[in-house]
């Protein structure tokens, strides 16, 4: 089954369960895809892959929201947020650790033959990127390496 059925199906059992919260944050990722799908040159049903570039950037959205009312002493609003997050991020791959990552990144660091070298930042993220894929955010990702390259 399709990652876009399986919104759709949850969608449908929210709102069969009256979980507004859960009902609107469904609701408003399949706009978001449905926007997607629509909008460019390439028009048509989005693949796993794209439905999860959707989703990874409405949690992005959110947790940035959350992060901008947390700082201006709305904590409820930071708190709706963080929890639409929550229920996106359940549609996405498991995270790397923390240790994961920076084996991984000390791996590729090793591999491109210079600790300590910040001209190689942007080899070591992309060859990360590519290993581990979704399993990890780029901001994560960068900050990682140049901890791994500053020491």
Do not use: F
């Not at 059992?13 to 978001?32: F, H, I, P, Y």
């Not at 791959?93 to 084996?103: N, R, S, V």
């Not at 960068?142 to 390259?149: G, I, K, N, S, T």
């Amino acid at each position: 089954m399709a990652l876009l059925d399986d919104l759709r199906a949850d969608l449908t059992t929210a709102m069969k369960e009256r979980d507004q919260v859960r009902t609107s944050t469904l609701r408003l990722a399949l706009t978001a895809i449905t926007a997607s799908e629509t909008a460019g040159a390439s028009r048509g049903e989005l693949d796993d892959a794209a439905v999860r570039a959707v989703i990874r950037s409405e949690v992005k959205r959110r947790n940035e929201a959350a992060t901008i009312y947390a700082d201006a002493g709305r904590a409820e609003q930071a708190a709706a947020e963080r929890a639409e997050a929550e229920i996106l991020s359940a549609y996405l791959p498991a995270q790397l650790g923390d240790d994961a990552l920076a084996a991984v990144v000390g791996e590729e660091i090793a591999a491109a033959g210079g600790a300590g070298d910040p001209k190689l930042r942007g080899k070591v993220i992309g060859a990360v990127r590519k290993r581990v894929g979704d399993q990890a955010d780029g901001a994560r990702i960068a900050a990682v390496v140049d901890a791994h390259l500053q020491t």
